[in-house]
């Protein structure tokens, strides 16, 4: 049987490195902020947004959450966003998107101050993660995956590493912060051919798909550890990620479920990433 | 014996359709020009300067060398840089680097415009690379590795391709525009475990890691297709690959000679990015 790993043990871990470093800066004089900025009323937004509240406060950070009508003007929406990028009580924006559709939300992803960017949205983000700097915020959810790797201690050093999709909020960003552990990437998406195969040599494996039960046990093997990082709903409505858990669980020797893994460490990430971009702001 | 990939026939092959686009810029009154910009004189800028002044004087296109002392002071540099940056009629800027140790080329890298970036030395080209968006610059030489594999029809949708070399001018860059054609990439580097296995997975190895002569026999199979993108002196002064071409040439299916391969195409690579500049500053 696998080991599960656990999103919520992984920010338990988190919380008191978080909070000792949150002290650190409050004794500074610093208060460190994130704005949430929400246009509309989405499901999802509102859920993150929720998940996010309850473990700012759990951590004892504080949080404004900058909510705009749909139907806001974009020269509006671009005056009240530069207001917030420019307050310096703020330390982190964490933008939803997409946005509503007559909205251009490019502009917001250029303007954004990088050393508040802590969802790693802006090209400037991007390509500090693409060079493997260190001072960039990569988005929180490859950010969790590395949580998560190095708290159940997994090596990754000249391993190989298999990452299933390559989106920018994802797979791309996830390979450069794997080649900066020294491991061996490898990114697979839709036109790979014999997909098995290229994942079944992989120590690690990365399903970020976003295609419900798309890793099955002819991707796996024995000595696997399978990260997944899919949210998708199946056909009874319910939560599940890219790997069929059912199948594959009990051939791997790691496996993060879903709900309860990933996806449980992205908003510890987003706190840590606000302390970081505070601490960057100090200088 | 291995099909040899030349790059004096990749450059020949792309001169007509250069010279067709630079026909179609003229006829709208744009005389597309790259400004080199050197300081000091070092023996491997000069080389390359020679290369691309006789490369673009065989196309036709204009280039301007602007040449500072190596003692020139940063804020002097930075204000000679801003007005060849602001010359409407330069297209295109490649900047030798790394510059004198006086001097911080992080400013230049900051400052470059975008649309002018045709050697992707800035943040905003790097970001727009990993993001797979097509209007921005690679460097020149992963854009010379693509163009010869395009000259030889060598197809890499869902074919493996692996990198030896993960650096922010070849490996990087290279794995993004392998993605954009859909090939299942593999970066790896100095600390992957049994490389020579890695690599002989691949449909397509590209050696770009800087080290004579380590991809040897034993990382190839008669199907693989090698591009040599080291550029080394051996023991006895001659220039060298990162392939040990003589072990390595008869077992493989095609390959890419150093001198002869990919260095040749860099500045035709080059060309066409003045081009593309002068392009997107019409718009």
Redesign the interface.
């Known amino acids: 049987m696998a080991v599960q790993m656990k999103g919520a043990e992984v920010s338990a871990s988190m919380k008191e490195a978080l909070q000792a470093e949150h002290a650190a800066l409050r004794a500074k004089g610093i208060d460190p902020k994130l704005a949430i900025v929400r246009i509309g009323a989405r499901g999802d937004d509102l859920a993150y947004e929720r998940g996010a509240l309850k473990r700012f406060g759990g951590l004892g950070f504080t949080v404004e959450v900058y909510e705009f009508p749909e139907d806001i003007e974009q020269r509006r929406l671009e005056c009240e966003f530069k207001d917030i990028n420019d307050n310096p009580s703020v330390h982190g924006i964490l933008l939803f998107r997409p946005l509503p559709k007559h909205l251009d939300g490019e502009a917001l992803r250029q303007a954004i101050d990088p050393r508040k960017d802590v969802d790693g949205m802006s090209?400037?983000s991007?390509?500090?993660?693409?060079?493997?700097e260190d001072d960039g915020f990569p988005p929180c959810t490859p950010g969790a995956v590395m949580e998560m790797l190095e708290h159940y201690k997994v090596e990754l050093?000249?391993?190989?590493v298999t990452i299933v999709g390559?989106s920018?909020v994802v797979g791309?960003p996830l390979?450069?912060l794997m080649?900066a552990k020294?491991a061996?990437?490898?990114?697979?998406?839709t036109?790979?051919?014999d997909m098995p195969a290229?994942c079944r040599?992989a120590d690690v494996l990365v399903a970020a798909a976003g295609k419900a039960g798309m890793i099955r046990a002819d991707c796996v093997t024995d000595k696997s550890i399978v990260v997944d990082v899919g949210i998708n709903v199946d056909a009874e409505g319910k939560l599940c990620g890219d790997v069929d858990f059912g199948a594959v669980e009990p051939v791997v020797s790691m496996i993060s479920p879903v709900p309860g893994g990933v996806g449980a460490v992205t908003t510890s990430v987003l706190a840590k990433n606000v302390l970081k971009a505070a601490r960057l702001q100090l200088q």
């Open positions: 090209p400037l991007a390509a500090k993660v693409f060079a493997g050093k000249g391993k190989n390559r920018m791309r390979a450069m080649l020294h061996t990437v490898t990114i697979c998406h036109r790979t051919v290229v040599r």
